[in-house]
Antibody, heavy 119, light 108 residues
């Protein structure tokens, strides 16, 4: 069974940093591109960042470019999101997702971790 | 960036009725690269349909997708109680991947 378990969320002040982690199991992580998708409370879904299977390609939404960094450790079946210079508008549930093999739809999702940016 | 606009915002229907959800793109979505997701309160989204019309693993056949170019549709042939939820379309034809704003299917 595929499992994606996010951790690292919490309450943080504007301008500070936070690092999210996603532990993957039940599939061969190296076979898949991985992504972070976020959802502000009561709002819609927003793709944040994605990374190719070999970490050669990293993409970011304009809203986080230059502040967030995505990375992965295939040997440890883990995905990360380093979030710097956090803003109030970054407050959201952050979901770890994986692409289908050969199709760039988000096949599996974690349960999400809540990041609250507030003074 | 491809903007996806979903309609209606809310659909009020009774169990057993047919639901038709629309997703319109601001420019052509190439290679039928469109997906649909279902989200229930307090849960993560779940992939229903990919490549416009292919059902994801375990998705019942009352869910179907169609469309091309800029106009796409998700149809639920007969609503079951567990189908009342929010539905999102999403394109992966070009970066950045974008979502529609969602359609809520509620019990009438």
């Amino acid at each position: 069974e595929v499992q994606l378990v996010e951790s690292g969320g919490g309450l943080v002040q504007p301008g500070r940093s936070l690092r999210l982690s996603c532990a993957a199991s039940g599939f061969t992580m190296i076979d898949h591109a991985m992504h972070w998708v976020r959802q502000a409370p009561g709002k819609g879904l927003e793709w944040v960042s994605g990374i190719s299977w070999n970490s050669v390609t990293m993409l970011y939404a304009d809203s986080v470019k230059g502040r967030f960094t995505i990375s992965r450790d295939n040997a440890k079946n883990s995905l990360f999101l380093q979030m710097n210079s956090l803003r109030v508008e970054d407050t959201a549930f952050y979901y770890c997702t994986k692409d289908m093999r050969g199709v760039r739809a988000f096949e599996s999702w974690g349960q999400g971790t809540l990041v609250t940016v507030s003074s | 960036e491809i903007v996806l606009t979903q309609s209606p915002g809310t659909l009020s229907l009774s169990p057993g009725e047919r639901a038709t959800l629309s997703c319109r793109a601001s420019q052509s979505v190439g290679s039928s690269s469109l997906a649909w997701y279902q989200q229930k309160p307090g849960q993560a989204p779940r992939l229903l349909i990919y490549d416009t019309s292919s059902r994801a693993t375990g998705i019942p056949d009352r869910f179907s997708g169609s469309g091309s170019g800029t106009d796409f549709t998700l149809t639920i042939s007969r609503l079951e109680p567990e189908d009342f939820a929010v539905y999102y379309c999403q394109q992966y034809s070009s970066a950045p991947r974008t979502f529609g704003q969602g359609t809520k299917v509620e019990i009438k």
